[in-house]
């Protein structure tokens, strides 16, 4: 089992700070309401992962940098590419690193979340 560098601990603290302060929500809402977490950089605006999916200005495409919780069902790593649906995507320019609270959205050759927060 993997573990948590120090400064690896304090980024995602840090980057949970920020999504929680921005999100308004509490962590535990966040949680209680969320499928699948990870913690991401913004790669793309107004994009999608994969065809199939609707693009918006609400559609972001992410580079996961790491899994904090998915089913088992859902094959999601670092380094892989996701579609974001998000309310917040145009406060979220490309660069922007954060931590993702979704719920599954489209199932495909890829994989499409909408945010909860």
């Known amino acids: 089992m993997k573990t948590m560098t120090p400064m690896l601990m304090l980024e995602v603290l840090a980057l949970l700070a920020v999504s ?5 929500q509490s962590r535990q809402d966040l ?15 107004a994009a ?3 065809e199939g999916v609707p693009v918006d200005s609400l559609t972001l ?5 790491q ?3 998915k089913p088992s069902a859902v094959m999601l790593k ?8 998000s309310e917040a995507a145009e406060s979220l320019p ?3 690193q954060a931590i993702f ?6 199932f495909g050759t890829g994989l499409a979340v909408a945010a909860v927060g």
Request: charge should be neutral.
């Open 20 to 24: 929680l302060s921005l999100a308004g």
């Open 61 to 65: 495409v992410v580079t996961v940098d």
């Open 101 to 106: 609270y979704t719920r599954g959205w489209i």
């Open 31 to 45: 949680l209680m309401s969320s499928e699948i977490v990870f913690s991401g950089t913004v790669a793309e605006t």
């Open 67 to 69: 899994v904090y919780r």
């Open 48 to 50: 999608a992962s994969f």
């Open 94 to 96: 490309v660069g922007t």
């Open 78 to 85: 670092t380094g892989d590419r996701v579609t974001v649906r």
